[in-house]
């Protein structure tokens, strides 16, 4: 069904922290607030803005059902980031267009009695009413969709995309600060780089293979890829970043 195209919208359904959540969550955070929390991350899905129409659309057929505000947005920089998501894999290698996560309201008493307080699982008497108005607004995003198929933004030949896939921006700006510029893809023994050492053993120990394509602009309907390939360094890739640079490093 997904190779035809037809494939419209997913869902993958969460709890319990009154979101509705859309691609992506993978991309690493450029920014973050006074809280510690991503405010802005490298790269935003090339439909986000269709999908924060939609997801509004969404939040607010939830709202008429218990008066619930639901808070809407990319998994990076709405909750955290996070690599491996259902409805980014249904978005970046299916095509999906409309792929959102929502998490099932939680119990408002859990504000001031953390008895309440449950991350994976509602109440019992949380379960009907937070079924019910996430149904709702089901119900209204795929009506959305319905209506909206034709004003999808990426071209949907585009996809899957290549790999690993990070903008290059991301891939400059690490390359710079840990001294790559002389060196090539082949040189990086862990990528992405803000891999953590605890979750190295469920990446057989290496992580992403950092050799191939990345987005270096988006623009009617179609992105541009930038290739990170074994002998040529990264001055050549990330000219701009790496000009001041290059003369400060050591020869390889």
């Not at 259902?86 to 095509?95: A, M, N, R, V």
């Not at 903008?167 to 893809?185: H, I, K, S």
């Not at 992403?208 to 002998?231: H, K, L, M, R």
Request: net charge negative.
């Amino acid at each position: 069904i997904a190779a035809t195209g037809r494939l419209l919208s997913t869902i993958d359904v969460h709890c319990c922290a009154a979101m509705w959540l859309v691609p992506t969550g993978w991309h690493p955070c450029k920014n973050f607030d006074e809280y510690g929390r991503c405010s802005e991350a490298y790269g935003d899905a090339f439909d986000l803005p269709l999908t924060m129409d939609w997801s509004q659309t969404i939040v607010e057929a939830i709202a008429e059902v218990n008066g619930n505000e639901f808070k809407y947005g990319p998994i990076s920089t709405v909750i955290y980031t996070a690599a491996g998501t259902t409805i980014d894999w249904t978005y970046e290698k299916l095509g999906v267009l409309f792929s959102g996560t929502p998490e099932i309201y939680r119990d408002p008493r859990s504000a001031s009695d953390t008895t309440y307080l449950t991350v994976f699982y509602p109440h019992n008497e949380m379960i009907r009413p937070g079924v019910n108005e996430v149904y709702t607004g089901m119900v209204a995003g795929v009506q959305y969709a319905l209506d909206n198929a034709d004003k999808r933004i990426s071209d949907i030949e585009s996809f899957p995309l290549p790999e690993p896939g990070y903008p290059v921006e991301y891939m400059c700006n690490n390359a710079v600060m840990e001294g790559l510029c002389n060196l090539d893809c082949t040189s990086i023994e862990i990528f992405p780089f803000d891999l953590r050492s605890n979750e190295l053993s469920i990446t057989e120990n290496t992580g992403v293979d950092p050799c191939g394509a990345y987005i270096q602009f988006f623009e009617n309907g179609t992105a541009t890829y930038v290739s990170a390939v074994p002998g040529n360094l990264f001055s050549e890739v990330c000219p701009n970043e790496c000009s001041p640079m290059t003369s400060k490093l050591k020869p390889t």
